[in-house]
């Protein structure tokens, strides 16, 4: 029999794909799905039964544009995206459908004020203060590598838990609550992955949500009473327009800092490592070339974009290419999509640590941009300025495995074999 069966000529992918776990949770199907969508539908209409329709962008310019004009295109009310079964517990125990109220979550004016209360601690000059304790850090952890031998799982030994004690540092939290902050913030971001779920439906999100505001109170109550040279103690007696900031914004924040601060970095220097791994020649470029630290860090972050999505609402009508997009309406913008985009990159899927970093996407765009981009480009070449001039030869020594999730992605286990001095 000659020519195709009507099967094969099925699209490879639907535009609702982006809501499959198994799909986005495997770097090689999440990039082609989105090389389809860029090509073939670049303003999907999606659709789906377990979640409320919306708008799915992955081209680079779109994405880049929407993203930035934020009076335009609000964060609220819907931020990420979630079943329509859990906005719906959110709302009822909450009274908003994200739950919770961070920053990113917020339009102006209230981002911008609450945004200034930590500003400050996030300038690059006040990060570059501290590249001595995260230069130690990094040593403490390659030190680790080399005292497990010559195996180890770089992500669940290493990737997972040095970005989270830069960020407890910075809270000021200490040593032991790092194991209840990395429980809370995977079952947090890793809500379709069975093995990091706290259990099945609405009522454990809405726990693990509760588990993360009494963690903070307390530390809220503490740092009143007691206060130190710490982040923990800027959040806790802030003030905005005159008033101490209320009870419900300063828990968000204290969960948007300190999730936001390590899930995402753990994930960049995993994909990180294994990114080095499949193109030794610039592995060895880093390893030599200690002047391109700074960009080869974006160019990781690029690479490994971890945070698939953010939402945004329009608040006026909109064609874009071809499709009308109406007020109220949501579009989910993919970052990963956006940083492997050939009309804005030269060879997208290429890992390249001397690109031009500052094109990358994956920190976001416009007046929610990442607060702690400085720092997450700080850990990620301080942790690999350390360990590459050290490591003699390093593979894998077993299958990685990825995160099934759609909005903050990675690999949970990355087993590698190595020689390190
Ligand atoms: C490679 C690591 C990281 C990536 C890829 C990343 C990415 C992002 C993205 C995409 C946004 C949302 C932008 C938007 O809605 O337009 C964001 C916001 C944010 N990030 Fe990061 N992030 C990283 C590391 C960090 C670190 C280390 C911190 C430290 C605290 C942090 C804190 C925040 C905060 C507080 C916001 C909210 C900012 C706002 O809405 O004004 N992030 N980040």
């Given at each position: 029999m000659t020519g195709a069966t009507p099967q094969q000529q099925q699209p490879p992918f639907k535009p609702a794909d982006v809501l499959d776990a198994r799909i986005m949770g495997?770097?090689?199907?999440?990039?082609?799905?989105?090389?389809?969508?860029?090509?073939?539908?670049?303003?999907?209409?999606?659709e789906h039964p377990d979640y409320r329709p919306f708008w799915s962008l992955s081209r680079y310019d779109d994405i880049k544009r929407i993203g930035s004009e934020n009076d335009r295109f609000l964060s609220?009310?819907?931020?990420?995206?979630?079943?329509?079964?859990?906005?719906?517990?959110?709302?009822?125990?909450?009274?908003?459908?994200?739950?919770?109220?961070?920053?990113i979550h917020m339009d102006r004016p209230k981002h911008l004020k609450l945004r200034r209360v930590t500003r400050e601690?996030?300038?690059?000059?006040?990060?570059?203060?501290?590249?001595?304790?995260?230069?130690?850090?990094?040593?403490?952890?390659?030190?680790?590598?080399?005292?497990?031998?010559?195996?180890?799982?770089?992500?669940?030994d290493i990737a997972l838990l040095y970005p989270l004690r830069i960020i407890l540092?910075?809270?000021?939290?200490?040593?032991?609550?790092?194991?209840?902050?990395?429980?809370?913030?995977?079952?947090?971001?890793?809500?379709?992955?069975?093995s990091l779920q706290r259990g099945e439906g609405e009522t454990a999100g809405l726990e693990v949500l509760n588990d993360f505001g009494a963690f903070f109170s307390e530390v809220i109550e503490d740092r009143k009473k007691n206060p130190k040279d710490d982040l923990a103690t800027v959040l806790a007696n802030a003030e905005v327009d005159g008033e101490p900031m209320n009870v419900l914004d300063q828990a968000s924040y204290f969960i948007?800092?300190?999730?936001?601060?390590?899930d995402t970095t753990s994930a960049t220097i995993g994909g990180g490592m294994k990114a080095l791994?499949?193109?030794?020649?610039?592995?060895?470029?880093?390893?030599?070339?200690?002047?391109?630290?700074?960009?080869a860090a974006r160019e990781i972050i690029r690479w490994v974009s971890p945070v698939r999505h953010m939402v945004r609402t329009a608040t006026e009508d909109l064609?874009?290419?071809?499709?009308?997009?109406?007020?109220?309406?949501?579009?989910?913008?993919?970052?990963?999509?956006?940083?492997?985009?050939?009309?804005?990159?030269?060879?997208?899927?290429?890992?390249?640590?001397?690109?031009?970093?500052?094109?990358?996407?994956?920190?976001?765009?416009?007046?929610?941009?990442?607060?702690?981009q400085h720092l997450a480009a700080l850990e990620v070449s301080c942790f690999f300025r350390e360990l590459l001039p050290?490591?003699?030869?390093?593979?894998?020594?077993?299958?990685?495995?990825?995160?099934?999730?759609?909005?903050?992605?990675?690999?949970?286990?990355?087993?590698?074999?190595?020689?390190?001095?």
């Open positions: 495997d770097e090689r199907t999440m990039y082609a799905l989105f090389d389809y969508l860029r090509s073939n539908d670049p303003v999907a209409r999606v609220a009310p819907r931020t990420v995206l979630v079943p329509a079964a859990f906005e719906e517990a959110l709302l009822e125990r909450f009274g908003t459908r994200n739950g919770l109220e961070t920053l601690w996030f300038l690059p000059r006040s990060i570059a203060s501290l590249t001595a304790e995260v230069q130690a850090l990094s040593k403490e952890f390659v030190d680790k590598m080399q005292d497990m031998g010559s195996e180890c799982d770089f992500v669940r540092s910075i809270l000021g939290l200490p040593r032991e609550a790092e194991a209840t902050m990395l429980k809370l913030t995977q079952e947090l971001f890793g809500g379709q992955d069975p948007i800092t300190a999730t936001a601060g390590h791994l499949e193109y030794p020649g610039q592995l060895a470029l880093w390893r030599d070339r200690p002047d391109i630290d700074s960009g064609e874009l290419h071809g499709r009308q997009i109406r007020a109220g309406d949501n579009i989910a913008l993919w970052y990963p999509a956006a940083n492997r985009d050939p009309e804005a990159f030269d060879h997208p899927n290429r890992l390249d640590l001397q690109r031009d970093p500052k094109a990358q996407l994956a920190f976001g765009y416009g007046s929610h941009m990442c607060l702690g050290r490591l003699k030869h390093m593979e894998l020594a077993g299958d990685p495995e990825w995160v099934k999730a759609i909005f903050v992605g990675g690999l949970k286990s990355l087993p590698v074999r190595y020689t390190l001095d």
